[in-house]
Structures are given as C-alpha cells and as structure tokens.
Nanobody, 123 residues
C-alpha cells in the first residue's frame, strides 16, 4: 500500500506559477501521475512519470508544466508555469505498481490516490 499526500496548491493570477508536490509513503510504485478534476467534467490526466524517468504530458499543458521526481525521496513534482483560468481544478496525485507509458494518463491505470490540492487561477 502506498499513501500519497499532495501539497503546493493555491490561488494565483493568470500567467502565474505554482509548484505541486506529491510525497509517497514508500517506493512500492512504478509510476506516478497528476490528474485534475473540474466539477461536472471527467478527471483529466495532466502529466505522468515512471520511476525509469519516462514522461507524458497532456496536450493542454505541454510546454507550460514540467513534471519531475526525486526517486530517493519518493516524491513527484509538477512545476506549473503560465497558468490559465482553465487550469483551475482539484489536482490529484496518483500511482500504481504496474504501469505502461501509453496508459500513464488514464485514471484507471492507478490504484493509489491522494486527497488532492486545489489550484485556482483568476483574472
């Protein structure tokens, strides 16, 4: 079992930046990913990374967001730059112990989930 805790959310103006963190309780996972959810819409995969360092981004954030990890600390990060109002959502960290790169941004690929951190982009 892996426990995930997100942090770093908050409120920013358009074109601002935030850095999200996801801390895992152990290294018993092979991939982690960020998802976001807006009420009334499907949960969306944002960015994902395997422990081997393979990365995928959603087209909507490619070029603005950067995912990274600290393997030794079992921690994943999401640097969000040039934020837009449409980035407003609850952001969730997810992980799984068996992963495929081509499904990294599918929510059903992940069995472990954090509680989420709110990101609000205004103006």
């Amino acid at each position: 079992q892996v426990q995930l805790v997100e942090s770093g959310g908050g409120s920013v103006q358009v074109e601002g930046s935030l850095r999200l963190s996801c801390a895992a309780s152990s290294n018993a996972y092979t991939c982690m990913a960020w998802f976001r959810h807006i009420p009334g819409k499907e949960r969306e995969g944002v960015a994902g990374i395997t422990r081997a360092g393979r990365i995928r981004y959603a087209d909507s954030v490619n070029g603005r967001f950067t995912i990274s990890q600290d393997i030794n600390e079992n921690t994943m990060y999401l640097q969000m730059d040039m934020l837009k109002p449409e980035d407003t959502a609850m952001y969730y960290c997810a992980a799984d112990d068996t992963c495929h790169l081509y499904t990294l941004l599918q929510d059903w690929e992940h069995k472990y989930w954090g509680q989420g951190t709110q990101v609000t982009v205004s103006s």
